[in-house]
């Protein structure tokens, strides 16, 4: 492997004086981040996977470039979301070549849902789906760019709105693009940005692209990660939850509506079409419907055996007339080529469904619905098998990275998940000063988790030490039902601007909370990661429960189970290192650099009543811990006159 020529050392370039003091605005020596990244390079020379959890401060994003722009010709990155991905792209990966005065060619590729689709932005202008009024304002706007714009990626796109109903009808999906059968196909953006990725030095992903080119399931995108070098994995926290959605098989209604929609539309522009597949057409709408109207007395989501036998018999006769559908598509796939898409699709979602109503104990089996819509799931019980394949066959380093990865120390939780037996492993301890910066306030004497009183009396218990920070909190929950009942108690008995998850969009409350005075921002699942507000605007966390997953979500019973059966305890082996993780996440909002100062108010009693609780606390920075909210006040106080030089033993 011909390497950049190394001039200096890791430990000279993260030096103080080093490569990187020039680069780097308020540039500090890291000695974690220097560990980090001598690990990173040992582990890219000797070709082995390593796993490390870098905590917040750490620098890690660096301390990952720096050697692997070293280290290899080839190399992918892969990141939790497509604000990480631009943002290493746009300024990261530039500020480590300049400091290693090297020059490669680097690569940003997204999901197929993130480009203009030229074909389909033509196609709809001819329908009436763009003269729709919620519709007709942004799809003028996206046809004036897409004369101008050379990547097609979306984001360039200013004045829409990542929920408008424009983009499904100018971006494509697996299931309606053509592919190299386009007539368009020469000036498809996504088929450019491919094609740059796959020669490219260095690419940059997201974890879903990622696992969807790992899972074989788009095809034409099979180049872009054989001979890669190294592949790093961020926010890795993330991967064993994303790759087994991308080793399951799903069929909605959503997806059977549209198959029918776009089979009509297409059997109507071929001659001769459309009289042999009225009927199949027909029929499946009907079955689709009864289907859906059977969901209707079920849960939101559970296992397939709450599936009563109505149900059942609804969903026989959707794979029934889906099967007659494709027949009668396969019998005209040549006609057009929108028909021998539709023809494809008819023919996997009918081996989907038929896969579904059949007994796989391999898979588990589960639904969801909501608001007409249900959703069928066949989802791997084991990743690590699967993944354990795709290793051998795309031979390479992986270095996975996140701030939550180890639960007190220990990193078997994530590495058995994804059959990591021989990862090399590294904790990087925060470079935070907790016991000063931070204090840990578990308040005494409050109702049991499960029972209904508990969070009105949590919001009791912190009113007074919202009123002395006035406001400047994040209330995190662990279900939307607490987080409601928060709010309706905020609202009747204290006077702050209250920012709660659902009623705005999730970028529109967190401008609201940074601009606005005595601020408060509740939220559950997506506010608990992703959301870096440091300096003065936060100054509490509180996070009502421990972050169990609820009992009833199906992949979870399913994994229990098969857990018991083989002899562990799953409640120890999996529920609370999941939990575990999941305090670590919500708890790293607080404390973002080294001026910031606050308080963790953990509302759950168990933290101190149950043996499993020390599991949780050994997991955490170590905090100096307030005995009452007079003390916990105090802190706030102390830190405020000493104008955020928070630094009280």
Known sequence: MAHVEKLNSIRQIFGQDGALSDQVGRFSLRPGQIAMAEAIEEAIQDEVDLVVEAATGTGKTLAYLIPLLRETERAIISTGTLNLQDQLFKRDVPVAMQALGIEKKVSLLKGRAN????????????????????????????????????????????????????????????????????????????????????????????????????????????????????????????????????????????????????????????????????????????????????????????????????????????????????????????????????????????????????????????????????????????????????????????????????????????????????????????????????????????????????????????????????????????????????ANWLRAHADFNLHVQQEAGRSTLLSRFLTEPRSILLGAASFWEGVDVPGDQLRIVVIDKLPFAPPDDPILEATIKAANEQGERAFSTIQIPHAVLSLKQGAGRLIRQSEDYGILVLGDPRITTKGYGKIFLNSLPEMTQSASVTETIDFIYACEDDAGACRHE
Not at 190 to 218: C, E, G, I, P, Y
């Open 115 to 486: 480009y203009l689709c030229v074909h389909r932005l033509e196609h709809n202008a001819q329908t009436e789906l763009a003269q729709r009024a919620d519709v007709l304002d942004d799809f003028k706007k996206v046809s004036s760019w897409a004369r101008t714009t050379e990547t097609g990626d979306i984001a360039e796109l200013d004045g829409v709105g990542a929920d408008s109903p424009v983009w499904p009808l100018v971006t494509s999906t697996q299931d309606n693009c053509l592919g190299s059968e386009c007539p368009l196909f020469s000036a498809c953006h996504l088929v450019r940005a491919r094609r740059q990725a796959q020669t490219a030095d260095l690419v940059v992903v997201n974890h879903h692209l990622l696992f969807a080119d790992l899972s074989l399931k788009q095809t034409g995108f099979g180049e872009v990660l054989p001979g890669a070098d190294v592949v790093v994995i961020d926010e890795a926290h993330q991967m064993p939850d994303i790759a087994r959605q991308f080793f399951s098989h799903r069929v909605s209604a959503w997806q059977l509506r549209e198959l029918n929609r776009d089979t009509l539309a297409a059997a109507g522009r071929a001659k001769g079409a459309l009289p042999l597949i009225q009927h199949p057409a027909t029929e499946l709408k009907a079955a689709l419907s009864a289907a859906v109207s059977a969901f209707v007395e079920l849960p939101s989501k559970g296992d397939s055996g709450r599936l009563s036998a109505s149900v059942w018999s609804a969903l026989q006769k959707v794979l029934e007339a889906l099967t007659s559908l494709s027949e009668a598509l396969g019998s005209i796939a040549d006609f057009s080529k929108d028909l021998g898409q539709c023809a494809h699709r008819a023919q996997v979602l009918s081996q989907d469904l038929a896969a579904f109503l059949d007994k796989q104990p391999e898979r588990i089996r589960w639904f969801s619905h909501r608001d007409g819509q249900f959703g069928l799931n066949l989802t791997p019980l084991d990743i690590a098998q699967p993944i354990q394949s795709i290793r051998q066959d795309s031979p390479g380093t992986w270095i996975m990275t996140s701030a939550t990865l180890a639960v007190a120390n220990r990193f078997d939780h994530f590495t058995r998940r994804l059959g990591l037996e021989d990862a090399r492993e590294l904790v990087v301890e925060t470079p935070f000063d907790y016991k000063s910066q931070a204090r840990l306030w578990v308040p005494e004497g409050l109702p049991e988790p499960a029972d209904a009183r508990h969070t009105e009396a949590l919001m009791e218990t912190i009113h007074p030490l919202l009123v002395a920070s006035e406001g400047r909190a994040f209330l995190l929950f662990t279900s939307h039902r607490a987080l409601r009942q928060a």
